[in-house]
């Protein structure tokens, strides 16, 4: 069993950047395909990012440009870039993993998730 913890989010100005990261225990994520989602009051959790165990990636047209998903297996990471932060952006930002090795965009690819980290971006 993997666990998962985000770290990173925070208050930031529209135009502003902040990196996220998610931090796995239990195990190596090495081999796993990794993602972000987000989900804001009222809404769906929608898709954000995600990356192979070999670095390739998947995003939402939404971020596609200004954020950036990258992984570090020494470190047993990933992270999440996000820079010209809109208010829309405003959302608690989950990581998850799969028991597979390749990036997908369904939430239900995902067998693990974190507890999320908030997001807010003023205008």
């Known amino acids: 069993q993997v666990q998962l913890t985000e770290s990173g989010g925070g208050l930031v100005q529209a135009g502003g950047s902040l990196r996220l990261s998610c931090a796995a225990s239990?195990?190596?994520?090495?081999?796993?395909?990794m993602g972000w989602f987000r989900q804001a009051p009222g809404k769906e959790r929608e898709f954000v990012a995600s990356?192979?165990?070999?670095?390739?990636?998947l995003d939402a047209q939404s971020v596609r440009g200004r954020f950036t998903i990258s992984r570090d297996n020494d470190k047993n990471t990933v992270y999440l870039q996000m820079n010209s932060l809109k208010p829309e952006d405003t959302a608690t930002y989950y990581c998850?993993?799969?028991?597979?090795?390749?990036?997908?965009?369904?939430?239900?690819?995902?067998?693990?998730w974190g507890q999320g980290t908030q997001v807010t971006v003023s205008s």
């Open positions: 998850a993993a799969r028991d597979a090795p390749w990036a997908a965009s369904g939430g239900g690819d995902y067998h693990h």
């Open positions: 239990g195990r190596t994520i090495s081999e796993s395909g």
């Open positions: 990356i192979s165990w070999n670095g390739e990636t």
